[in-house]
């Protein structure tokens, strides 16, 4: 039997042969963002790091998608790499797209390089033939959850079912033949301490559109004959937050509305006033309840004022579950890369991801590793340490793949063996179909 550390060396080798070109697609990714489910330049780019490691694929799922296989000599379970392609909306940021306010402030651009950096390593050493199963490369399309309103028409379009790229390839039956599922996800020091580590959970969300629908009029001659939609949004807010007191701290519940429209003239009563809020929890029944509190809170103050108000309710993300098995091989091979005091456990995230609602089918693994330096989401983020941002993710990738199916996949059935869903996949898309929902509350009847 061989052992796996020589050909974890080997795809080591193959990965720092290829460094510069690692970086490199990892700093052009950074320079063209694109928002989810037009990352289209980008996916061309993975189309063709695939084509030169000699990677079959196919493409334009979900939108925008790619999906590559790399067999194994012997038959056995499938690891699938994943890294996302989108960015999200900040535009301050320095490396922002001028026209969209796309920006690369989450790391998705490291987490691209890192499976392709993955692929190239595991092709280039040739362990392919030590393997049992296979590795599934996949570029997930539409991770950060913006732009609702197109996305919501995407849905009625019939082009998508979901709002998320996870979500639909579920949907879309290009998990079905995938045992289990691992990406990494960029840090920074300002963040988070060490050089890696991992939080056991995430919370999953909801996201609502709400509109207050009241009646124009003069606001200084005639504000009596006028409804305040405003007036009613702001009372909203107030109920939400009278709320909070009963939202049970184990639940970690979030819940941060914005007014995304405000009225229309300073000198007339606001007629139209929306609102956008995710409610977040640990736990999906948590969700569910701390939801209900904000249609009820809602309803209130359009009852209050008199106006109507229109809510419209889309799935989020759902928890996430890290398998406690795969969290182990994570740490081990941390400690390869960066010394054994580099590794740390992480609290309880408040932030969510689509690798939640996967985490609910099959075992999946989604950690942190530094190389970056500000904060998530905002205009100081960037990779700071190309060889911590890029480099090791693709290293440590493909390490735990080929551990997870060398010696006849013995640990990856280990990890099946122990595993138990919280869910069916047709549980799963049931569920979340029915979050969908529009509701109008007429207040003045």
């Known amino acids: 039997m061989k052992t796996v550390e020589p050909l974890q060396r080997r795809i080591c080798e193959a990965i720092d042969a290829h460094r510069d070109e690692i970086v490199g697609i990892g700093e052009a990714i950074m320079d063209a963002p694109e928002l ?5 330049q980008t996916a061309d780019r993975v189309k063709e790091v695939f084509r030169c490691a000699g990677l079959s694929y196919d493409d334009g799922l979900a939108l925008t998608g ?28 320095p490396r922002a797209c001028a026209t969209t306010g796309a920006a690369h402030a989450c790391g998705h651009n490291a987490q691209i390089a890192g499976m392709l950096g993955a692929a190239i390593g595991l092709t280039q050493s040739g362990v392919a033939k030590d393997l049992a199963g296979r590795v599934v490369f996949l570029a997930v399309p539409a991770e950060e959850y913006v732009e609702i309103e197109y996305r919501i028409g995407l849905t009625k379009r019939g082009d998508t079912t979901f709002l998320t790229g996870k979500q639909e390839l579920i949907k879309l039956g290009l998990f079905d033949d995938v045992d289990m599922a691992i990406m990494i996800h960029s840090t920074s020091p300002d963040v988070h301490e060490g050089s890696a ?19 124009a009029s003069h606001a200084g001659a005639y504000p009596e004959r006028g409804i305040n939609a405003l007036n009613a949004a702001q009372l909203a807010l107030s109920a939400i937050n009278a709320q909070r007191e009963t939202f049970r701290d184990e639940d970690c519940v979030r819940v941060h509305p914005i007014i995304t429209k405000g009225g229309d003239l300073v ?19 948590a969700m569910l309840d701390a939801a209900m509190k904000v249609d009820r809170a809602s309803r209130g103050a359009a009852m209050a004022l008199g106006c109507r108000v229109e809510i419209e309710t ?36 408040g932030g969510s991801t689509d690798a939640g609602d996967l985490s609910q089918l099959m075992p999946v693994l989604h950690p942190m590793m530094t190389g970056a330096e500000g904060s998530h989401h905002q205009i100081d983020w960037q990779i700071a340490d190309s060889n911590a941002g890029y480099v090791l993710p693709a290293k440590s990738l493909a390490m735990m793949a080929v551990e997870l199916l060398h010696n006849d996949a013995v640990l990856a059935r280990d990890v099946l063996s122990q595993f138990v869903p919280e869910m069916t996949k047709e549980e799963y898309l049931d569920r979340q179909r029915a979050v969908f929902r529009s509701e109008t509350f007429d207040g003045n009847l």
């Open 36 to 40: 989810g489910f037009k990352e289209h």
């Open 197 to 215: 580590g991992l939080s056991p959970s995430s919370n999953g969300f909801v996201a609502k559109s709400i509109r207050f629908l009241g009646k």
């Open 267 to 285: 000198n007339i009563v606001p007629s139209e006033v929306c609102l956008e809020t995710y409610v977040r929890a640990k736990t999906p029944d």
């Open 66 to 93: 790619v999906r590559a296989v790399l067999q194994g000599a012997q038959p056995g379970p499938t690891v699938a790499l994943m890294g996302e392609l989108d960015a999200l909306l900040v535009p301050d940021h």
């Open 314 to 349: 889309v799935p989020g993300n759902l928890p996430l579950r890290n398998d406690p098995r795969l969290a182990e091989l994570f740490r081990k091979n941390v400690t390869v890369l960066f010394g054994d005091r580099e590794y740390r456990d992480y609290a309880h995230s």
